[in-house]
């Protein structure tokens, strides 16, 4: 296992899930209307989840003698108030998130650290969920 480009990988997830925090507290307080009664906690559920998955990814970065970048990554967050952009941006950021992790679940392919698979791809089911969930909601 090439272990600096594994840890590179996971600093690029880390970036996404730092946005991740971002636009969700973002989103949850600047949806308005009807919507709001909805989708701002799960924006707010989003934006835990993500600090949790931050939080397991900056570990396992450490764990692997790595150094956790602190800054996230810099694709724009667009403001809006119309609840169906924040779900078409929210599901646009979790696909990439996804994907990412998804490069990140080839590379521990070979990893001798059962612990490390299991956290990452614990994470990877979850943003693949959100995919769905996005996708559900936008129909």
């Known amino acids: 296992m ?45 934006a835990t989840e993500s600090l949790m998955h931050a939080n397991t990814v900056r570990m396992s970065i450490v764990k692997l003698q790595g150094i956790p970048v602190t800054e996230r990554n810099p694709h724009p967050i667009t403001h809006t108030t119309d609840y169906a952009e924040m779900l078409q941006f ?10 990412v992790y998804g490069e ?6 070979q990893a001798a650290d059962q612990d490390l698979k299991d956290a990452i791809e ?4 979850a943003e693949l969920r959100s995919v769905e969930e996005l996708r559900l909601l936008m129909e």
């Open 90 to 99: 929210s599901l646009e950021t979790e696909s990439q998130a996804a994907a």
């Open 122 to 125: 614990q994470i990877y089911l």
């Open 104 to 109: 990140v679940m080839i590379q521990l392919e």
């Open 2 to 46: 090439a272990t600096n480009a594994l840890i590179d990988k996971l600093n690029e997830a880390l970036g996404w899930e730092l946005r991740a925090i971002n636009m969700y507290a973002h989103y949850a307080a600047n949806v308005k209307g009807i919507h709001r009664l909805q989708l701002s906690p799960m924006f707010d559920s989003e």
